[in-house]
């Protein structure tokens, strides 16, 4: 029981360095961002195949576990959605730190409906992760204008899908017999909404089918899709309310590291701020 207990940590830690790298490399401005979640629903399909037959195609086809399985699945690739038109509304400045405290929203509902309990240390923990959190969000550029306030609505929405995917996530490995089945319907609910972002694409204006534009970004993607799968399991073993602000606001810190190394982009000082209270979280978080 003790070494499932430190698992939830490992996980965690798989999941922040995929996404930290897919965060560094992620920015693709000449592949449309509706198309980039094509692609990433599709890499999700080679973690759901290997998910299968890790559990020897025994998937747990209980209504409840589909249900709490796909709600996982919609909840986050419905609030990407929204979250393209949240941008298409409002510049990336404002949009961003708003969905980015999503987990207090985890925090609160799991003290309330998981009964979820943190030490003292993990109480300070998970403050130093949102002040990580609110460091990376708030460092990007601010140059772009509104065009309309639609963006808070939208946002809104992404805020909300977001917070509430965790507690579903960590609802669904409590009740499900394995970890996989929850991901492979996180798959499936992905790819079920596919035809809608080809809906929101704009093809009148082009699209790149280079190198750099479909091929790189499923490269890029499948790291979100195996960090996915890595945070199924961290929920599975270990407190949503933890894990959620955790891999938030760590991954950025992998992501500056690359940009630093990469492209001589040295961080500001709320980056700095954001880097030391994401080391210093995970430091107490691995004491819960």
Known sequence: MSQR???????????MVTWGVWGAFSDQPDFPATLTYVVWAISMIPCAIFALANIKWKLDVRPK???LGMG???LGAGGQLALFQALKFGPGYLVIPMISVAPIITVILSAIFLKERVSRFGAIGIVLAFIAIVCFSLSGKSDESVT???WILFAAVVFVFWG???LIMKLANNYAPDAESVFIYMAISGIVLIPVALLMTDFSQGVNMGWNGPYFTFCVQILNAI???TLVYANRYGKAMVIAPLAD???PVISCII???LYAHFPSVAQIIGIVSAISCVLLLSKE
């Open 72 to 74: 996982v699945g919609l």
């Open 249 to 251: 606001a760590c991954a």
């Open 5 to 15: 207990k430190h698992n939830w940590l490992l996980y965690a830690l798989v999941t």
């Open 164 to 166: 509430i995917q965790a």
């Open 227 to 229: 960090g996915a799968y």
């Open 259 to 261: 940009s630093l190394v």
């Open 65 to 67: 576990s589909v249900m």
């Open 148 to 150: 309309s306030w639609l």
